[in-house]
């Protein structure tokens, strides 16, 4: 039963991060078509679009898509069809209504939002036929919080790849025969057929027909709300930190500084973004649904973030010995200056994957006051402080040893405060491959900044092979990868 769960973890991690690899090659495929059809003005004038229209969709959706997953997953975790039927029906009410306030929003401030963005009214029009990019993708999350609250994990996964697939063929044609013309066109398209790919998927959830009035929905609504609102709010508040941030270093220090700082977290978050994208889509549910129980919730932390730190320690290795080749071949000569600010970052992501787990369960049992001061409060303002401290003392290697402090005390206090409210402690197993991992990532991090020539890269590579090694032995142990292995091989002999 025990292999059964780390397989079931394993195999969710395998299934979304080979989604978000074909994903992010489809938005790379689709923005250099931007870019060779459409020019730089081209792509400027798709970014000024998508912007304002992100946004608006944001505030609008009021959380619900993250907020209702949570109420899903208890429903058909409970196995009563007529609880989980009642559950969607209202979360498709509220969708709906959400989806109309974000449609009408736009065209309302559709003449504001050409001035502002712009500076002329002449896009007026454009953002007026944009809202139903809103209106329908408000539709499309819903369906896809309802596939991740029932675990329809295939079916998500399909969902989103359609997705990413149809901006991309209804893009090409319209940006070669219409240039920036065909802009609006294919942003409505492409989200108009997303989103009848979505119910596609959600016809195929078992539901009962089931009678809610208005006021049961309202009332059946409302805990959602309260959460997704709480999300929301957390997110804006990340969003406006972010933001001062950037603002800072470029006030303060260059856009030079900023151009590097964007890229070296840009780098180190997509090297273990696949990861945590797949934790936030299977992992988030399944804790949700026994979000009442504390020894399954401890169970079930513990487990996940075995399998997480097993996987990205590797990873966060690898990106802090070949940093020089990864920039050489994403960027360019130029930023080789950020090698020691990634390297850095790697450290501190180690405890950012250590904590990943962890910070989830406060969300998945609905407590919106401790949620809302970790990731809200506590997070935000957190990096506030020690990236603009650090910018200060020590330009751009400050803000890393900034980031790396601030996820280090974070991992203290988010242990600390689950250990008081929900009983949650970190298993012996867990505390093992933690500590032997950061030992290990540590030392090849000392070595690639403290040895020279030679002696430098036997060092680092003989710690890298060691750490795959135990990181391969230990989820061996957990899930028996020699066995999936040669049940693949058998398959293709």
Known sequence: METQSYK????????FGGVKVIQIFLTLLRGKIIALLLGPSGVGLNSLFMSPITMISNITSLGLNFSAVRDIAKANESGDINKLSIIIKIFKRWILATAVIGLLSVVVFSRILSNYTFKNPDYTISFVLLSFVVFFGALTSGNASILQGTRNLKSYAMHSLAGSFVALIVSAPLYYFYGTNGIVPALIISSIITFFYSVYYVLKVKTANVNISI??????????????LT????????????????????????????????????????SVGLVFSAMAIDYYPRLAAISEDNNKVRKMANQQGE??????APVLASVIIFTPLVINILLSSDFLIIINFIRVLS????FKAASYSIGAISFAKGDKKVFFFLEGIYMNASILLFSILGY????????????????????????????????????KDLIKILSISILL????FLSSLFVLGVLKHAISISILIILFYYCYYNLDKLIGIKEMLSKVFRRQS
């Open 231 to 270: 999300m929301m709010l957390a997110t804006s508040i990340g969003s406006a930190v972010h933001y001062f941030i950037n603002t800072f270093i470029s006030s303060h220090g260059s856009i030079a500084d900023l151009g590097f700082y964007q890229a070296g977290m840009s780098i180190i978050s997509q």
């Open 307 to 312: 399998i997480t730190m097993l996987i990205t």
């Open 8 to 15: 079931s973890i394993f195999k969710a991690t395998s299934l």
């Open 215 to 228: 006021n049961e929905t309202y009332k059946g609504g409302k805990e959602m709300l309260q959460l997704g």
């Open 347 to 350: 450290l501190g992501m180690i």
């Open 441 to 444: 990532v540590t030392s090849l």
């Open 392 to 427: 200060k003392i020590n330009g751009l290697m400050g803000l890393a040893i900034g980031y790396l402090l601030m996820h280090l005390i974070y991992f203290v206090i988010i242990n600390i405060v689950t250990y008081v409210k929900y009983d949650f402690y970190i298993s």
